[in-house]
T-cell receptor, first 109, second 118 residues
Framework: DAKTTQPPSMDCAEGRAANLPCNHSTISGNEYVYWYRQIHSQGPQYIIHGLKNNETNEMASLIITEDRKSSTLILPHATLRDTAVYYCIVRVRDDKIIFGKGTRLHILP | DVKVTQSSRYLVKRTGEKVFLECVQDMDHENMFWYRQDPGLGLRLIYFSYDVKMKEKGDIPEGYSVSREKKERFSLILESASTNQTSMYLC?????????????????FGSGTRLTVV
């Protein structure tokens, strides 16, 4: 079973920041938080990952709480192309990925 | 760019046929994976491999087998296709190296093969 809890769906207005929450209250000290997204009819795409510190790349920012029991993926300026299912995954870095149901993000024009 | 190529985008096969789904990656990744994706069930891991000639069962291996004779190629085999194997099949690869655009052990997925068994 997936070790994360995500809302099944969210809406965000185009141009606004999309904040996608993820709960992982049973995370272990050596487990990373990974985010992937899947645009319709494509394979999932890696977005970002982190262990303890907040991370940022050209796609998104990842904010991990101090107790590491939850995190938030932030898409700073959402566009229609960000409409996708977003998966939050907790895993030891070299372990296989078990996908949960993810959050279906709708970007509204 | 890392590329994972699946040989067919769409495939239609008959019940009872032996079906081969091919996956090739061009970045010398050690790890390769096969998933299937079905509405309401999400992505489920079928088989994976951490090295040539090595294979491990995932969560739903029944009815499938795999072959990894070369590092770059991971084949999924349906020994006798059945209608309940109609699905989208996704192949992925990963590496322990910290690669730009995917991090370490990040997965790169192929575009998928939509298999219909009639």
């Amino acid at each position: 079973d997936a070790k994360t809890t995500q809302p099944p769906s969210m809406d965000c207005a185009e141009g606004r920041a999309a904040n996608l929450p993820c709960n992982h209250s049973t995370i272990s000290g050596n487990e990373y938080v990974y985010w992937y997204r899947q645009i319709h009819s494509q394979g999932p795409q890696y977005i970002i990952h982190g262990l303890k510190n907040n991370e940022t790349n050209e796609m998104a920012s990842l904010i991990i709480t101090e107790d590491r029991k939850s995190s938030t993926l932030i898409l700073p300026h959402a566009t229609l192309r960000d409409t996708a299912v977003y998966y939050c995954i907790v895993r030891v870095r070299d372990d296989k990925i078990i996908f949960g149901k993810g959050t279906r993000l709708h970007i509204l024009p | 760019d890392v590329k994972v190529t699946q040989s067919s985008r769409y495939l239609v096969k008959r019940t009872g046929e032996k079906v081969f789904l091919e996956c090739v990656q061009d970045m010398d990744h050690e790890n390769m994976f096969w998933y299937r994706q079905d509405p309401g069930l999400g992505l489920r891991l079928i088989y994976f491999s951490y090295d040539v000639k090595m294979k491990e069962k995932g969560d739903i291996p029944e009815g499938y087998s795999v072959s990894r004779e070369k590092k770059e190629r991971f084949s999924l085999i349906l020994e006798s296709a059945s209608t309940n194997q109609t699905s989208m099949y996704l192949c992925a690869s990963s590496s322990p190296l910290n690669l730009p655009g995917q991090g370490s052990y990040g997965y790169t997925f192929g575009s998928g093969t939509r298999l219909t068994v009639v």
